[in-house]
């Protein structure tokens, strides 16, 4: 089982929707949460970073976490075309960063 | 540009042949971090330094890589005797860690796509 578990898509919606991302994990001991973007062929955008749990928002995005599920959900409102990309959760403890494998969205107009 | 830079940005070798990739981290970045990437998986964590000691090795590290990073600033990704398994987008971050006992946001490169034929 890998430690930390995304379904890899892809995710179509029509634009203006909201979109929800998620992903779950097996070590306790993370205590860091972050959402990347990664456009194709780009290396990984940070959107959103998050220390233990909670909620998060900025402009259209909300991160939340949740410690006691093992659960992390990425949250797009209104949602456009220039958003279809896949998205990456990170999260790890003192040291380096674990990824899920990235779900791939497609917003449509 | 003030953010992570990688050179270069595509390498095609043959296999047999040894390659090196350099990242340049944000200036007041003291950790750097080296992933590898494949189509439609994650990065995989491979190493990384804070300052000038490099403090964690992936088991996917085989003996054919090897990473540096002289004086804490640059630093070079070398892989010896390339394999077509290889074949990976090398991706480069950093970050500002006030210590050993944190973490923090991870700044990426845009990577390096190696192509081993």
Partial sequence: ??????????LSVPEGAIVSLNCTYSNSAFQYFMWYRQYSRKGPELLMYTYSSGNKE????TAQVDKSSKYISLFIRDSQP?????YLCAMG???KLVFGTGTRLLVSP | DTGVSQDPRHKITKRGQNVTFRCDP???????????QTLGQ??????????????EKSR???DRFSAERPKGSFSTLEIQRTEQGDSAMYLCASSLAAGV????????????????L
């Fill in chain 2, 60 to 62: 996917l590290l085989s």
């Fill in chain 1, 93 to 95: 403890g003192f040291q």
């Fill in chain 2, 26 to 36: 944000i200036s007041e970045h003291n950790r750097l971090y080296w992933y590898r």
């Fill in chain 2, 101 to 116: 006992r944190t973490n923090e946001k991870l700044f990426f490169g845009s990577g390096t796509q190696l192509s081993v």
């Fill in chain 2, 42 to 55: 994650g990065p995989e964590f491979l190493t990384y330094f804070q300052n000038e000691a490099q403090l």
């Fill in chain 1, 82 to 86: 220039s958003d279809s990309a896949t």
């Fill in chain 1, 1 to 10: 089982q890998k430690e930390v578990e995304q379904d890899p898509g892809p």
């Fill in chain 1, 58 to 61: 900025d402009g259209r995005f």
